[in-house]
């Protein structure tokens, strides 16, 4: 359900003209003078269910709270179910902000959890995390449990904006080459272990301070992290907002040697470069789609653009099937250039290499009709690519009319035209005998298990 309606005063929620509006007034009016919190609805419904913030919860039963209103406002709670719970909607942001709030909060539940077997009160988690809803208090209990339970023991402090983790990252980016922290390593938070926080710092530091070149101290620095997480003494930790409040994932990465894999390839009838649009004016995908079937298990793949800037350059993405949920995003600076340096295939198109919006010309569209024609020849792994049901030339013509108005349009005939290039690559990388090895590059790419990758444990 939508919680999601947290009204300012009692007259907002008189004028929805719920069959429950004049009850739900008065409720919240009388929560509010004595908790000193308001309620949350959900709009879609009578508001018969009505939420009470955790904050109270965390004073009162919810059996004192119904005596209280029955006793202080005569309330008649026939048909009314009260309950605590902040709603749903609030914490959604993903932008860096908010992303730091929500961090930050797993940090506080890790360590209040590992230190007291309790939870931070709501009170303690909004001052961290404002617009904490009930997703994510779900998601920093569930985290917490899992991690406290792998590491097996106390002793622990969990960093993020101070202590051990701005210093490690400051000696990896200032003195062993790394050009953007998550690129190496994705961890949110570390956890260290406080008997030997003092030895690591002094370690890392000698590090840090090798004669050597950059790229060779970062391999010192790895190895020395995957030692570490290893044996418990410091653990990168990255973090995911979990579906239903439940972690499916809790792996070591990077930790040892990657398996050589000998059983991937593109799963037959599965790569789809889908042209058609539909009734909206949009592309009916805004992606080039295909399998992998990796250990047995299907991967699925898209190259896409993920912000929906009118050209904005792709990007590769793995979801594993089932429970094993999200891989991540390739590395294309990490794991992919190097590869396709390596083996002479083409470079990558950016969307900066693209018409602009309203700038076609006549030459333009004829070079891309023409390139998607000798594209259709191609097969990736013997496997035919679909392209749709219309000619390209007429769904081309009408895209480029479209996205004068259509900024999705826009984005994902960018995206479309990119991909053709991705079609060239796989073609020139079989051709070499090294579809196979791509595959293996692209599937620990997504894992963040590349050569030049710091060592982390992952919760999703």
Same mark, same amino acid.
């Given at each position: 359900?939508?919680?999601?309606?947290?009204?300012?005063?009692?007259?907002?929620?008189?004028?929805?003209?719920?069959?429950?509006?004049?009850?739900?007034?008065?409720?919240?009016?009388?929560?509010?003078?004595?908790?000193?919190?308001?309620?949350?609805?959900?709009?879609?419904?009578?508001?018969?269910?009505?939420?009470?913030?955790?904050?109270?919860?965390?004073?009162?039963?919810?059996?004192?709270?119904?005596?209280?209103?029955?006793?202080?406002?005569?309330?008649?709670?026939?048909?009314?179910?009260?309950?605590?719970?902040?709603?749903?909607?609030?914490?959604?942001?993903?932008?860096?902000?908010?992303?730091?709030?929500?961090?930050?909060?797993?940090?506080?539940?890790?360590?209040?959890?590992?230190?007291?077997?309790?939870?931070?009160?709501?009170?303690?988690?909004?001052?961290?995390?404002?617009?904490v809803d009930d997703a994510w208090y779900a998601t920093f209990e569930a985290q917490a449990i899992s991690i406290?339970?792998?590491?097996?023991?106390?002793?622990?402090?969990? $960093?993020?904006?101070?202590? =051990? /983790?701005?210093? @490690?990252?400051? *000696?990896?980016?200032? !003195?062993?080459?790394?050009?953007? #922290?998550?690129?190496?390593?994705?961890?949110?938070?570390?956890?260290?272990?406080? $008997?030997?926080?003092?030895? =690591? /710092?002094?370690? @890392?530091?000698? *590090?840090?301070?090798? !004669?050597?070149?950059?790229?060779? #101290?970062?391999?010192?620095?790895?190895?020395?992290?995957?030692?570490?997480?290893? $044996?418990?003494?410091?653990?990168?930790?990255?973090?995911?907002?979990?579906?239903?409040?439940?972690?499916?994932?809790?792996?070591?990465?990077?930790?040892?040697?990657k398996d050589k894999l000998t059983d991937i390839a593109i799963v037959p009838h599965s790569i789809l470069l889908?042209?058609?649009?539909?009734?909206?004016?949009?592309?009916?995908?805004?992606?080039?789609?295909?399998?992998?079937?990796?250990?047995?298990?299907?991967?699925?793949?898209?190259?896409?653009?993920?912000?929906?800037?009118?050209?904005?350059?792709?990007?590769?993405?793995?979801?594993?099937?089932?429970?094993?949920?999200?891989?991540?995003?390739?590395?294309?600076?990490?794991?992919?250039d190097p590869f396709l340096t390596k083996v002479g295939a083409p470079k990558r198109r950016m969307g900066t290499?693209?018409?602009?919006?309203?700038?076609?010309?006549?030459?333009?569209?004829?070079?891309?009709?023409?390139?998607?024609?000798?594209?259709?020849?191609?097969?990736?792994?013997?496997?035919?690519?679909?392209?749709?049901?219309?000619?390209?030339?007429?769904?081309?013509?009408?895209?480029?009319?479209?996205?004068?108005?259509?900024?999705?349009?826009?984005?994902?005939?960018?995206?479309?035209?990119?991909?053709?290039?991705?079609?060239?690559?796989?073609?020139?990388?079989?051709?070499?005998?090294?579809?196979?090895?791509?595959?293996?590059?692209?599937?620990?790419?997504?894992?963040?298990?590349?050569?030049?990758?710091?060592?982390?444990?992952?919760?999703?």
């Amino acid at each position: 359900m939508a919680f999601n309606f947290r009204p300012k005063n009692a007259t907002e929620i008189t004028r929805k003209k719920k069959s429950n509006s004049a009850t739900a007034a008065v409720i919240y009016t009388a929560i509010m003078e004595e908790y000193g919190e308001g309620i949350i609805l959900d709009p879609t419904t009578s508001f018969g269910k009505i939420k009470v913030p955790r904050a109270v919860g965390e004073k009162k039963t919810i059996t004192q709270v119904k005596q209280f209103l029955k006793s202080k406002r005569s309330i008649d709670l026939k048909g009314i179910e009260l309950s605590f719970g902040d709603g749903s909607g609030v914490g959604k942001g993903t932008d860096a902000t908010a992303t730091a709030k929500q961090e930050n909060a797993t940090r506080l539940y890790c360590q209040t959890y590992m230190d007291t077997k309790k939870f931070p009160t709501a009170v303690a988690t909004k001052k961290v995390y404002p617009e904490v809803d009930d997703a994510w208090y779900a998601t920093f209990e569930a985290q917490a449990i899992s991690i406290v339970k792998w590491i097996k023991a106390g002793g622990y402090e969990f $960093s993020r904006d101070d202590g =051990i /983790m701005p210093f @490690l990252e400051d *000696i990896a980016i200032k !003195k062993c080459g790394v050009r953007t #922290k998550d690129s190496w390593n994705p961890a949110d938070i570390y956890a260290v272990r406080k $008997s030997k926080k003092r030895v =690591i /710092m002094k370690e @890392l530091d000698a *590090i840090g301070d090798l !004669k050597m070149e950059p790229a060779a #101290k970062l391999d010192a620095l790895n190895s020395y992290m995957s030692s570490r997480i290893n $044996s418990k003494d410091l653990i990168g930790i990255s973090l995911k907002k979990l579906s239903k409040g439940k972690v499916q994932t809790i792996e070591l990465t990077n930790a040892s040697k990657k398996d050589k894999l000998t059983d991937i390839a593109i799963v037959p009838h599965s790569i789809l470069l889908d042209l058609d649009l539909n009734k909206d004016k949009e592309f009916i995908t805004g992606e080039m789609s295909f399998k992998i079937i990796v250990k047995k298990e299907v991967v699925n793949v898209q190259i896409r653009a993920f912000s929906g800037g009118v050209r904005e350059s792709t990007q590769m993405d793995m979801t594993g099937s089932g429970a094993a949920a999200k891989l991540g995003k390739v590395s294309s600076r990490e794991a992919i250039d190097p590869f396709l340096t390596k083996v002479g295939a083409p470079k990558r198109r950016m969307g900066t290499d693209l018409p602009k919006v309203g700038a076609w010309t006549k030459k333009d569209v004829d070079a891309y009709v023409k390139e998607q024609k000798e594209l259709e020849k191609i097969k990736i792994d013997k496997h035919k690519i679909y392209w749709g049901k219309t000619t390209w030339k007429t769904t081309l013509n009408k895209a480029i009319e479209y996205e004068q108005d259509i900024s999705r349009t826009a984005s994902q005939l960018s995206a479309k035209l990119q991909c053709f290039q991705w079609v060239k690559i796989f073609n020139h990388i079989e051709k070499k005998g090294k579809l196979q090895e791509f595959l293996t590059v692209l599937y620990y790419g997504a894992k963040k298990q590349y050569d030049t990758a710091g060592p982390f444990l992952k919760i999703a």
